[in-house]
């Protein structure tokens, strides 16, 4: 792809709608996209070439990472995104290549020593936030240690070494029940033994100091360093930009080496800065968090009003004027299961060289009979390019 | 699939129409496949399975090679023609294993050597031939030298050591700009430097030669060595035939290993040509040219007509009987675009053991819809040996 890559003067918007695609409620067999009114973007369905994308591949559901790395041209099952470093992006930490980061949990241990409780009664980021700062206080040899509150009883452990590389291929700390002690460090790989011992000193160091404390453990999960991604504003010769009311999406635009710009707390707010950046940038990845959160809460009313306020945007997303824009999906998120799902996600793509096709709703199963029919979301990047004259032709 | 390969008297014919996909038309709405009467077509879509080819991978649009390699059931991605030999195939110069050929093209340098006209001012074929038969006069150490000329200012080099092998790793010696001199052939691998040593001396003895010519100058690009390409015919054991009035498509099926077939020079030339030889070959290629030329031109009645022409001569491709008939394009080419395209491509694959579908027409809109769905090109051939029973069971 990288060599087909050619200058042009096109703008290309990816709009993503978080766990867009859906399954038909119990009651109604519709969908939520199929029971909200969503007029306009029913309206742009009909003048696009519209398909259904699979996030990684058949059956799998994604994570968020896998799910946006696809939609950004990258095979979810080539490049990974540790847990560990997906914490760092949703609290905007700014992760560097040498850094080992994990998710921790606060947990309460018993006498023995045991897990008794693993999340420490969920016990309130208020309370977690002063544990936090005392872990930090924790001295390893050769090595920055950051603890930071996420949210409740988690945490972000990051190590840093001062010099040298570390590694990941560390096993969990956390057993993943009760009733066990936490577990010691574990090399997965004999170049990992340092970093094992840095983890154990660490735990060591935090028994001492949390003696006492509304949560007197902890649990290690998802060590990862910071995936080695190819630059996708290289690879596609794009000056790309993302707009993200949501950390983790603007980690994930950045690990992707798109510039991430300051925007508001609002969908319009995003839309607003696209507008003022316009000039600046060839790509644009736009974020849509709430279709997500209310398909997550298994809440079928609440999905089908994300997805209708979406589509009030819909005309606003069109009056930028892009020469190729897409609405896509990470993935999907059924209320009906409360949770990402495997599904494959409504996609369409407005352009002037897109096929017609005779799809005149945006709708799972309306998509399914699309031009562009049901294809790996891996392949919606290059399509756009296609589509913007940003590729040149293969072979003589 | 060599292993599948088995032999039956059956006879397979891959009927290509060049450039056979397109674009709607901005004042009707209809492509050029959907504006044409292909009734012939639209019959024989009725009684086969359709769908669309994908020829290279999503988004990318293929030049002839890798458009026709695909059809042959090359994966166009691992087998790649370069430019030089291309253009050797394109005037049926007979390329050996061991040439290394290069597309050339005519220049007029300034007084300090740069390039004041990349075209030499498209010097007619009268004029650029006699300085081709000059340029053959050059004398290369243990290397056959050929000087070909293909149209106006373009020629094909081609260096044939007598003995040993010689490398096409080399660099363009086209800058691809004007006020700038020519670049020094660079070997891009240590084992191209004898080939880039060669080059130099060609250079410079051109330099002696066309000293006051109409065009006083060369540039060189798309050094390359013949594929080496599976045997199609062995590795699907068919003894397979092309027919094509273009020399270029004459070759791709040569690289392939195909019989090619002496013919006129006219579709009707073609068919007879099947016919006298239809108990020879297996496997037919037939090429029609009209609709890719049409489409490039960005004319989309003269496309509409190349189709119709086509659609013509489908009763007598069916006359030929064989057991299955595939209509297909190397890719599309829409008017609209003035060029090739990315677009899946419209096939029908007409058998008894053909699965049904609703597709009553054959056009981009309807294929989508078929039996086959959006499938890879490269699975075409395949499909065919399948339909012709040519295909044993895999496993027990």
Not at 136 to 164: C, K, M, N, W, Y
Not at 343 to 372: I, K, N, Q, Y
Not at 378 to 388: R, S, T, Y
Request: net charge negative; aromatic share 8%.
């Amino acid at each position: 792809m990288r060599q087909l890559a050619i200058p042009n003067e096109t703008k290309i918007v990816l709009a993503v709608v978080d766990g867009l695609g859906g399954l038909p409620h119990p009651d109604t067999g519709r969908s939520e996209l199929e029971a909200a009114d969503t007029r306009h973007l029913d309206r742009l369905a009909a003048e696009s070439a519209c398909g259904l994308t699979v996030p990684v591949a058949p059956g799998v559901t994604p994570g968020s990472g896998p799910g946006h790395l696809a939609l950004f041209g990258y095979d979810p099952l080539r490049y990974t995104v540790g847990r560990g470093v997906l914490e760092g992006l949703g609290i905007d930490f700014d992760l560097q290549p040498q850094d080992v980061a994990a998710r921790g949990n606060f947990c309460t241990l018993d006498g023995a020593g045991k897990i008794v409780d693993r999340r420490a009664g969920r016990i309130a980021t208020e309370q977690s936030a002063p544990l936090c700062e005392t872990l930090a206080t924790i001295e390893l040899p050769g090595t920055q240690l950051f603890v930071e509150p996420v949210r409740d009883h988690r945490f972000l452990l990051v190590l840093r070494p001062e010099s040298g590389e570390l590694s990941d291929r560390l096993a969990d700390t956390d057993p993943q029940r009760e009733g066990v002690a936490p577990l010691a460090a574990r090399a997965l790989a004999p170049e990992a033994k340092p970093a094992a011992e840095l983890v154990d000193r660490f735990v060591a160091g935090a028994r001492d100091r949390l003696n006492g404390a509304a949560a007197n453990g902890l649990t290690l999960r998802g060590f990862a360093r910071r995936p080695d991604l190819p630059s996708m504003p290289e690879a596609f010769a794009l000056r790309a930009a993302a707009v993200a009311v949501y950390p983790m999406y603007r980690g994930l635009a950045k690990l992707a080496g798109m510039s991430v710009l300051t925007t508001g707390t609002t969908y319009d707010d995003e839309l607003a800065t696209v507008r003022e950046r316009w000039d600046d940038f060839d790509f644009f990845f736009i974020h849509y968090k709430a279709a997500d959160t209310a398909g997550e809460d298994g809440d079928f009313q609440a999905k089908t009003a994300a997805l209708e306020a979406f589509d009030r945007a819909v005309p606003a997303l069109l009056d930028l004027g892009a020469d190729v824009l897409m609405i896509a999906g990470d993935h999907s998120t059924p209320a009906a299961l409360a949770g990402h799902s495997w599904h494959p996600v409504p996609f369409l793509l407005h352009s002037p060289w897109a096929r017609r096709d005779s799809v005149d709703a945006f709708d799972e199963e309306s998509c399914l009979h699309g031009a562009l029919g049901v294809f790996p979301a891996v392949d919606a990047l290059p399509i756009a390019m296609a589509h913007a004259r940003r590729f040149t032709k293969y072979g003589a």
